[in-house]
């Protein structure tokens, strides 16, 4: 953009001013008095031109910070995009472990240490304005995207986008996505999902209000429509629920190039930037401004919004400025290791020759057969907007070959079962490696889409020379043609067969799922002592999974969605639907409605020692938080980490029966016991109706247990104010 006579302190001036206790929303004011139109409405989009945009993000998504309204004559820096939320998809940085892994551990503290360091990489990249903070509810395991959030529970899903929003805090603003109902991939450009108040109050929005107040400093909304509208331009969603119900102050982005379908409409309906590039708006607002589809009151509003976040951020931000070496630090990839590790669930651990299998003596094996095509595979996730190009991966077979350094390593990456159990014939013990990768499942662009008149309309006019009939590098910018929604919940068919035939020539088999989402194991399930869920689990993924087996991490990772036995226990779900409706039903509150046992219920996973929770009481209760205490001893001959679940019991009608209120993980050495405090919300025993909340019920049953159900767990009882 051109600019006249540079006045660059302008802008560091007034967040100084703000850091010493001025006024924030006068000086946004102030600075928003001193830009020209022109420059109003170059806050409002990205800042490169559309056609060179993309053709820059075909040769590499966002390498380097993708900027939205800088305007260097006042100092204004803009917002400085990079994605996520694996870690920062600029340069070669720390592929933490996805964020369904992250969900696993259960552990919000780990969550925003996780936050910090992706702060401090994206910030020595020059990027200011963090989009990971991705918080959709995966309704249904087969979302191609599950890998990008935390799990199925809305209270789950909140505490660790608020964690991950703190932990971004001091060195970046942070964006959650996708606002709002965005679970399905392949259809998301044209699907409308339809869903009444209550089931948007009580289940798809509550982690988003939940961020808002951490703080949030943007919302990107999704690419769906919304009970008939395009997000992009929903009215009811940004102005109504997110600014005037719960008083969000920050920005609003639409997802990238296809999020939203009018410009004037998108502006009047409280969408601040049209991101990435200089497309829609660019090209269409001066002509709505003329006719007056939109005013300058709407423009002001935006840029209002837009300038005060910046003026807040750099008021508050940290004065450390990390440098280059942060990237893919030392200590960044031992922080991915120990998230990794700790992510891990083991759903299986039978005894074999009257021993659990798990963990491994090293010291006792000589030989170990490592089989499947992901043995020896880099495969950190998805390969779309949230891929992060870390240089080296650690694969499975490179941590076990490191934590076994006498051991002698039989490896069979075919797709050969009949190697497979000959080579586990001969070895001590055989790990088998299956799951999925980014063909399988992942972000999603079809080509099909580029013929779409409705997706070519909002393309800005072409460059001469250009062919309309070829834009498939505009596809390819932002995403590919593989992965998607799973086609299928179970393992591909030679994964199984070869499980199968490993367990038959070797009884000490131990199977690893790479996976984000719930496999349907009962076709093999019952033929392997071992069952370990291992995700697409970052950059020291391999070091971490050898950390598990051989015991120097304990197993502790629990579920943060729930397995059913057989996809007929699951909500609809067509992956080329033009419209579907949500209810409140899905995962374990469906399965609890219709009194299907889960194959392994919501927050399972088995450790290294065993756990008692007795004495669970409530020891306060003030307006919706609640806090309890329960006595936690680890009952077994080794230390180990727990999780204990608080869950809250009612019998209100067409309301789930079980709900997921608190968590906190626990380390106990053998013997110990602790008295543990938990801090709970009663939120998710609140019901949305006439446009508010009210109790579901008088009365509720508090248990404190080890996954959702446990029958073991303490109860005790609770009365709802």
Not at 26 to 52: H, I, P, R, V, Y
Request: hydrophobic share 40%; charged share 20%; net charge negative.
């Amino acid at each position: 953009m051109p600019t006249p006579a540079t006045q660059t302190e302008t802008f560091n001036e007034a967040a100084a001013r703000v850091r010493n206790g001025g006024h924030l929303s006068e000086e946004a004011d102030q600075l928003l008095g001193q830009l020209t139109q022109d420059e109003k409405l170059w806050l409002l989009d990205g800042d490169a031109e559309f056609w060179s945009g993309m053709a820059e993000m075909s040769a590499g998504y966002n390498r380097r910070p993708i900027v939205m309204g800088e305007i260097a004559r006042l100092g204004i820096p803009g917002l400085r995009f990079s994605d996520g939320p694996r870690g920062v998809v600029m340069g070669e940085s720390t592929a933490f472990p996805v964020s369904m892994a992250r969900g696993a551990t259960w552990d919000p503290e780990l969550e925003e240490e996780i936050g910090t360091a992706i702060g401090r990489e994206m910030r020595a990249q020059g990027a200011n304005f963090f989009g990971g903070v991705c918080i959709n509810l995966p309704r249904h395991p087969a979302w191609g995207r599950a890998q990008e959030t935390y799990g199925e529970d809305p209270y789950l899903l909140g505490e660790f986008g608020a964690a991950l929003v703190r932990g971004i805090h001091p060195n970046a603003m942070a964006i959650a996505k996708h606002y709002a109902l965005n679970s399905m991939e392949n259809a998301r450009f044209k699907v409308d999902v339809k869903a009444d108040d209550a089931t948007l109050h009580e289940v798809f929005l509550p982690h988003f209000r939940r961020v808002v107040e951490e703080g949030v400093d943007g919302i990107m909304t999704s690419y769906n429509s919304v009970n008939g509208e395009w997000a992009g331009q929903n009215e009811t969603l940004m102005e109504d629920i997110l600014r005037r119900q719960w008083g969000f102050e920050g920005v609003t982005l639409s997802d990238f190039v296809f999020g939203l379908r009018d410009a004037a409409l998108s502006l009047q309906a409280g969408l601040d930037v049209e991101a990435p590039m200089r497309q829609q708006r660019a090209h269409r607002l001066p002509a709505d401004l003329e006719s007056g589809r939109v005013t300058w009151d709407q423009v002001d509003r935006a840029a209002r919004r837009i300038l005060r976040t910046q003026l807040a951020h750099y008021a508050a931000r940290n004065t450390e400025e990390p440098g280059l070496d942060v990237i893919l630090s030392e200590e960044h990839r031992a922080l991915a290791r120990k998230v990794a590790a700790t992510s891990m669930v083991l759903l299986k651990n039978e005894p074999v020759d009257g021993t659990p299998l798990l963990p491994l003596k090293a010291d006792e094996i000589a030989s170990v057969a490592l089989i499947g095509r992901l043995t020896n595979l880099p495969n950190t996730g998805d390969q779309g907007s949230s891929n992060v190009r870390s240089p080296e991966v650690v694969t499975a077979l490179d941590g076990i070959r490191t934590a076994l350094p006498a051991a002698s390593i039989l490896s069979v990456l075919d797709d050969d079962a009949d190697a497979a159990a000959a080579a586990a014939a001969q070895a001590d013990i055989a790990v088998v490696v299956v799951g999925y990768t980014a063909q399988d499942e992942g972000e999603f662009i079809g080509s099909e889409g580029m013929s779409d008149p409705a997706i070519l309309a909002v393309f800005p006019p072409l460059p001469e020379g250009v062919d309309p009939s070829d834009l498939s590098g505009a596809a390819g910018a932002m995403g590919t043609a593989e992965g998607g929604d799973r086609a299928s919940l179970r393992l591909r068919p030679i994964d199984e067969a070869i499980i199968k035939a490993t367990a038959q020539a070797n009884p000490r088999t131990i199977v690893v799922v790479v996976t984000a989402g719930a496999v349907i194991t009962e076709d093999w399930r019952s033929q392997v002592p071992t069952l370990l869920i291992g995700w697409y689990s970052g950059v020291e993924g391999g070091h971490a999974l050898a950390d598990v087996l051989t015991g120097t991490v304990d197993a502790s990772g629990r579920l943060p969605y729930s397995i059913p036995t057989t996809e007929e226990h699951l909500p609809y779900f067509d992956r080329d639907a033009s419209s579907i409706t949500y209810d409140r039903w899905f995962g374990q509150r469906l399965l609890d409605r219709d009194g299907h046992p889960a194959a392994f219920p919501l927050g399972y996973g088995l450790s290294y020692t065993s756990f008692e929770t007795t004495e669970l009481s409530v020891t306060g209760v003030s307006g919706e938080s609640l806090a309890a205490s329960v006595r936690v001893t680890n009952t077994g001959s080794r230390d180990g980490r727990h999780v204990v679940q608080l869950y809250a019991t009612t019998t209100a009608e067409d309301f789930p029966t079980r709900v997921l209120i608190g968590f906190t993980p626990v380390h106990l050495e053998p013997g110990q016991t602790a008295t543990v405090t938990l801090e709970g919300s009663l939120r998710p025993l609140q019901r949305w109706a006439d446009g508010g909340f009210s109790w579901a019920a008088a009365e509720a049953t508090l248990e404190a247990g080890a996954f959702s159900g446990d029958p073991n767990a303490s109860t005790a009882a609770l009365h709802l104010p």
